[in-house]
């Protein structure tokens, strides 16, 4: 039986829910997708993290959030908070999301040529906590058990639509003061919803990367089964597996942890319609496993089967998906990933389709983001040069702002 990816289904009947994977009950709900804001905490230990819904922060990590692209000091009243519909929320929240919604769709040009652009006031609001969020992933590093697990950095700007939630209490006006002065309300929680609408990835895939200098590389079709461990009840380990074609089975090549967030900083882009998640992350790649762990997890990963109906393409017969006392299966992504690079910059546009079996939620999304892989090796060198980050920050923001952050009729 052949795989259908999920961005090639048809269904003839659109209303029918796809069938759930044969799993034994799933303990009590758990949702993975909200997450209360982070501040720096100083008397933290570096290696110490906070799980928060099953996503990882280290204890010391820095999550904020500011607005960009209006050329005044004040919060306008022509920028709204607007409520959506968003089906993939509705399980979720009781009350629909809202964004915030610029009204104006000619706003008046700066005034003087002091007036900063909207890459460099990133640019500049960014730069010191991603220096100082580096060093605590150099700790890492320097740490690290090369002959078991290695430590990978990452530094990904993602594309998608900042949500508010809550049910606000205070007023408009009240909340457009508290956001001028970059408080987030209590009232208010953020997410980041990511599924972009096709049309814009096929504009990315087929236009815009050649203009701006990216060479398409390669496509990977890859399943990542995600465990849960008894000896790593903080953690969540990720095989990341290739498709064996001519068995319908799927290959394991890779095993990793839970990445940890190291600094996340949401950039609401007024005068776009798409918004901007920088996100500074460290995960631990797995090199060496004990032969009964590494057997437990062979085992979890020869025992699925691959199957277009369910929801994340893969189910295990009843009583595979555990093995012994330890592991056994929590999730599954899998993604269609087509990959375009320059010397500094990997963008990744992907089909993932995704199933939680702790919460028995799934989702299928488009997405679009880039690897800012040129500052990452600019972070990594012995001597930092601050001035030399700055400048490429600024350029790969430039880039994206120019490129990445229109798109018709998203959310709007």
Request: aromatic fraction near 8%.
């Amino acid at each position: 039986m052949s795989y259908v990816p999920p961005h090639k289904r048809h269904s003839n009947d659109k209303d029918k829910p796809s069938p759930l994977p044969e799993l034994p009950p799933p303990p009590p709900p758990h949702t993975h997708f909200k997450h209360n804001p982070i501040t720096r905490s100083s008397n933290s230990r570096s290696h110490s993290q906070k799980k928060i819904n099953k996503i990882i922060y280290a204890d010391h990590a820095v999550s904020e959030w500011f607005f960009v692209g209006l050329h005044h000091n004040d919060f306008p009243s022509f920028v709204k908070l607007h409520p959506i519909s968003l089906e993939s929320f509705q399980h979720q929240y009781i009350e629909k999301p809202h964004i915030l919604l610029c009204t104006h769709t000619h706003l008046p040009e700066p005034e003087g040529s002091q007036e900063r652009k909207p890459w460099e006031v990133v640019a500049d609001k960014t730069l010191q906590n991603l220096i100082q969020s580096f060093e605590y992933v150099r700790a890492e590093m320097d740490v690290q058990d090369l002959e078991q697990e290695k430590v990978k950095p990452t530094f990904v700007a993602r594309l998608g639509k900042i949500l508010f939630h809550g049910a606000p209490s205070a007023t408009q006006e009240e909340l457009r003061q508290n956001l001028a002065d970059g408080i987030m309300p209590r009232q208010l929680k953020r997410t980041f919803y990511t599924h972009i609408p096709t049309s814009y990835v096929d504009n990315m895939t087929k236009g815009e990367t050649i203009k701006i200098g990216l060479d398409f590389t390669k496509e990977k079709d890859v399943f990542r089964v995600q465990l849960s461990d008894a000896n790593r009840p903080e953690s969540t380990i990720s095989c990341k597996c290739s498709i064996m074609k001519e068995l319908d089975k799927l290959k394991l090549y890779k095993i990793e942890l839970s990445q940890v967030r190291q600094m996340v900083t949401d950039i609401s882009c007024l005068t776009k319609n798409i918004d901007l998640r920088l996100m500074l992350c460290s995960k631990r790649i797995l090199t060496v496993l004990k032969d009964d762990e590494m057997e437990c997890i062979q085992s979890l990963i020869e025992s699925a089967v691959l199957d277009p109906n369910v929801k994340g393409g893969l189910r295990w017969p009843l009583g595979k998906s555990t093995s012994g006392d330890r592991f056994s299966v929590c999730g599954v992504w899998h993604t269609i990933i087509k990959v375009y690079v320059n010397p500094s910059i990997k963008l990744k546009v992907r089909y993932v389709d995704r199933f939680d079996f702790r919460s028995s939620m799934g989702e299928s999304a488009s997405e679009v983001y880039l690897n800012l892989k040129g500052i990452i090796s600019l972070l990594q060198v012995q001597k930092v040069d601050i001035g030399l980050i700055s400048k490429e920050l600024e350029d790969n923001l430039k880039l994206i702002w120019d490129h990445f952050l229109d798109c018709e009729n998203f959310l709007g």
